[in-house]
């Protein structure tokens, strides 16, 4: 079977463990309970996201007073607003929305900030600033994070060359443009370095990165190190030059780091480092609580980041039984 082909089977069985974790089950549907509470989620196929999911339930399932509804945007822009519409109809007592796109959400979260729902962002932000509260980590300093590596690995401050493949998660995505951007902070001011494409996407997908790698090998004969804005799309990368008989040449940084992906890529000595972008699922859904409860709760919370390398991967994952 073909690597692609694999990576397709995978996305299935991802997106079946995590439809069949959105089931409501009786309790969900109790008339006991105090708030109910919509989360409108962009997509299940990913990984990450499907974490995300098994986190929000986890958290819901220490509330009893709780009522969690869960919607799947099933990774379509016009399916997720579909989604909060029905959410803001069903008179929901707060809305967790995690985006497709920031753009594209903005008009439906208004709707939902103007029939006076308070409103959390989880991950990736919308064009307002009248929401209740942001959850979500600082991709800004995570792209820095993953910079400052890279100029590391290829040489240190000032003294860094090399070609670099950035693979980009969403276009129209601000976690994938503050990755960006936060990267270049670092890598930018090396003249021995440079960037071999322009802003090619792979969606946050690892099909797609590995697509994205191929063609990028076939062009160029020297690559030494891969930035892939999540861990799945650096792994896509990787298997793409794997399979061209390059991946030893070749440093390769994710980002996410769950213990049985990128965590494990990196003990295996697949990808060089991955770097912690957790879920705000738990998180958010204890914000939400606490601001229904009348206690205060911030504007913006901003999780914990670390840098996941082969000296500590085995490590976590033992922490988390793998």
Known sequence: MKRRDIMRLA?????LAASTALLPGKDA???DKK????FSQATTIEPWRAQFNKDIIAEAAKHPEVELIITDGEDKTEKQVADVENLIRQEVDALLISPKESAGLTGVVQ?????????????RNVETDQYTQFVGGDNKLIGRAAG????????GKGKAEGNI?????GMGTQPAHDRHDGFHEFTDKEPGIKHLLDQQSGDWKQDQAYNIMATALRNNEKIDLVYGHNDPMAYGAYLAAKDAGREKEIKFLGIDALPGEGVTWVNNGELTATFL????????????????????????VTLDTMTITKENAAEIMKANGL
């Open 11 to 15: 996305a299935i069985a991802a997106v």
């Open 35 to 38: 708030w109910r509470i919509g």
């Open 277 to 300: 972008y957790a879920t705000p699922g738990a998180e958010g859904l204890r914000q939400a609580i606490k601001f229904l409860n009348g206690e205060k709760v911030e504007k913006t």
């Open 148 to 155: 400052e590596h890279a100029v590391e690995l290829l040489g």
């Open 165 to 169: 493949v950035e693979i980009w998660g």
């Open 29 to 31: 549907l109790a008339q």
């Open 111 to 123: 709707q939902a900030i103007d029939a006076k729902i308070p409103v959390f962002v989880l991950d």
